[in-house]
């Protein structure tokens, strides 16, 4: 069993730019594929960002491209999600997740965090 705790929302105006954390406890995240989704109220949850577990490999969904950047350390078993230039449509929940290399489903969720940005 994982759990994922994210931390690190928050109110900022555009433009401005947060740090996400997410800090996984119960088992190394050596072996786990990361990933960052967000979900504003009343629609889906989307894919942000996502790595591998050696961190070699990256993916960002086009309306984050180049703005934000995902990282991790698996020594301290945490990941990272730096959103820069932020827009007022990257209001959201973000969530971390977890799911093994070889799987396509997210098999662990942290509760989310707010971020909130202002225009």
């Known amino acids: 069993q994982v759990q994922l705790v994210e931390s690190g929302g928050g109110l900022v105006q555009a433009g401005g730019s947060l740090r996400l954390s997410c800090l996984a406890s119960?088992?190394?995240?050596?072996?786990?594929?990361m990933g960052w989704h967000r979900q504003v109220p009343g629609q889906e949850r989307e894919l942000v960002s996502q790595?591998?577990?050696?961190?070699?490999?990256?993916f960002y969904s086009d309306f984050v491209k180049g703005r934000f950047t995902t990282a991790r350390d698996n020594a301290k078993n945490t990941v990272y999600l730096q959103m820069n230039s932020l827009k007022p449509e990257d209001t959201a929940v973000y969530y971390c997740?977890?799911?093994?290399?070889?799987?396509?489903?997210?098999?662990?969720w942290g509760q989310g965090t707010q971020v909130t940005v202002s225009s």
């Open positions: 790595i591998t577990w050696s961190g070699e490999a990256t």
């Open positions: 119960g088992r190394t995240l050596s072996r786990y594929t």
């Open positions: 997740a977890a799911r093994f290399a070889d799987s396509t489903l997210w098999s662990y």
